[in-house]
Each structure stands twice: as C-alpha cells, then as structure tokens.
C-alpha cells in the first residue's frame, strides 16, 4: 500500500507518498481502507521528529481517519462488519491507504455526515469529552475559556460545552477568528493580541471561569490559574508555549485549584475505548440531530500533505483539515 513518510534526507524533513509493507489486523483489530484522514497538530510534532508513537503503533502519522472496513481479525471483533462504513481513533497509522484499528476504537460514521468529513470527528471528539467531561467535571452552569477557540479541538469544544449547558469564552488571534467562534455558540470573546485574557473573563464573569482548557502550556501557566474561580480546573493538553512554568501554589491554596496534565494518544487500549463508548453515547447523538457539527476548513489529497501541514502551523485555518486518501 501507500503512506506518507518522513523523507528527511534533504534540509528540511519532507513528507512523501510510497509504498510501504501492508498492515495485518491482529486479535480484536480490524482493518480499514481509508477514505480520509484528519489533520492533528500533534502530527506536525511527529513530523519534526519529536513525537514518536507509542512502542508497537504504526511509526506512520495520522491519529484519526475514516474509511470502511476491509477485514477482520481473529477474535472478538463484535457486531462490525466488512464493508461498514467507519471512523476511528488511532495511535498511528492513519495518513494511508489502509489501517489498522481495535475495535474498541471504533466509530460509526454519523448519519448526516459524509464519509471523508467524518475524519475530521475521533480525535477532537475523544479529545474534548476527555478532557472537559473526564478531567475537567465541566457541568451545567458554569463557564470554560477554551484558548484556541478556532482549532479543532475548539470549535469542537464550544459545541460540547454548550451541549452541557455551560458558557464560552475563548481565544483566538483574529476577529474574523473570533466571529466564526460566535457562530458556534461562544459568548465571551477575546483577541489575545490585543487584549489580556485574564482581564478580559474576569470582567465577564463574577469571579473567574470554573474550567480552563489549555493548548499552550508553560506561557500561559500562571495567568491561567489567576483566570480561574474558586475550585476551578486547568487541564493542560498542548505545550505551544514551552514544557517548564512556575505555579503559584499560595493562590492555589487560596482558591482550591486543580492542575492536571493529560494526552489521549499514549493511552491503553481499554482506556481509549472507554473514551470512545462514551463519545458514540453522548455525542453522536447530537451530531446526527445537528446539534453539534464538524468544523471542516479544507479537503485536501493526501500528495499535499506537506501544504496541509503548513496550513496548520501557520494557523490559517478554522477547524479542521482534513486528507483524502481513497
């Protein structure tokens, strides 16, 4: 089959297509000819060599694709079948004709929603219910600042919290940013260039935002913990803004705060699968009434990896982007 690989023999490392071994489904497994594949930031880290998958996953980029089932391996593989049409969350692998996936990590494609389209849904979808629900306990009447509210993970994320019944805030580097932001439900909008998100929620709220969900990390570590209210929760996902930082333990003290550090795709298998049953239970509802929506900035073949790529690491970009591979 073909995949995309890392081609670092020039200056700069490449991504290319070639021809690569073919997997074989295991015990539990199934494998998918891929139809699309979604676009992670985490796949720009893996991409400058600084992010290798878990031992024993596919050493080729991509966290989540969509595609149908090709074969099944021994074992228990439960009600799916060859030809079903799917979505799947992965720990690697996924920028390819084919790929193979634990059932576990599994996802109907959602009616209403198009086979390539549906890549851009596992990851975002474990990754915000993981966090704001498992993590960060967000409830009905509170309120969460999601920095990058224009990515994937938030465009994704304003539309579960708002599900929950929680209020929006969110940052994002432009106004037209911010509009498409609105649109999805966020109430509380700030331009981080120009305005200090501490401020800025402070004065939209009585006392802080009770969750916090974070891209950034180290920069934005302090100012954080003063955005948030008494017993609020700062679940860091992302370290853009560098791995080291001071905590101000005295105002966590003072306020009750939690701090917790997570990532999806080192996970085992049964935790990810436990993720992904409550995703298909929660939020698949929801996208099939059209509650909740992908956000799909561009559809591109897979020979353009690279300019997807760059696309993201230029944030150019509202949502997702996403590969066709089939």
């Not at 304003?158 to 439900?185: H, P, Y």
Request: charged letters at 25%; glycine letters at 12%; one cysteine or more.
């Amino acid at each position: 089959m073909r995949a995309i690989v890392i081609d670092d023999s020039g200056e700069k490392p490449a991504l290319t297509l070639s021809e690569v071994e073919d997997p074989t489904p295991g015990e539990g497994e199934v494998l998918v000819e891929v139809a699309a594949a979604g676009v992670n930031r985490a796949d720009l880290v893996q991409a400058a060599g600084k992010y290798p998958p878990p031992p024993g996953e596919s050493e080729v980029i991509g966290l989540e694709v969509s595609g149908r089932i090709a074969a099944l391996g021994a074992g228990d593989t439960g009600d799916w079948q060859v030809g079903d049409e799917v979505c799947a969350l992965l720990a690697g692998g996924g920028y390819a004709e084919q790929v193979v996936v634990p059932v576990g990590q599994l996802l109907p494609v959602p009616a209403g929603v198009d086979l390539v389209t549906a890549a851009a849904l596992p990851e975002v979808a474990c990754t915000v219910w993981s966090n704001l629900v498992d993590a960060g306990h967000l409830a009905a009447g509170e309120t969460v600042l999601l920095h990058g509210g224009s990515s994937g993970i938030g465009t994704m994320g304003i539309q579960v919290a708002r599900a929950l019944g929680a209020r929006v805030a969110v940052t994002a580097g432009s106004q037209e940013k911010l509009d498409r932001c609105r649109e999805l439900g966020a109430e509380i909008l700030v331009n981080y260039k120009e305005t200090d998100f501490v401020e800025a929620v402070r004065d939209a709220t009585a006392d802080g935002v009770d969750v916090v969900l974070d891209l950034i990390g180290a920069d934005y570590l302090g100012r954080n913990l003063q955005a948030l209210a008494k017993d609020g929760r700062l679940v860091v996902i992302g370290l853009m803004g560098g791995r080291e930082g001071e905590i101000n333990l005295g105002l966590m003290l003072q306020r009750r705060l939690t701090v917790q550090a997570t990532s999806l795709r080192g996970r085992p298998r049964p935790d990810k699968a436990r993720i992904v049953a409550a995703v298909r239970e929660n939020l698949w509802p929801r996208i099939e009434a059209g509650e909740i929506r992908p956000v799909v900035q561009e559809v591109l073949p897979i020979t353009e990896a690279q300019r997807a790529h760059q696309l993201l690491k230029e944030s150019q970009h509202v949502g997702k982007v996403v590969l066709r591979v089939g």
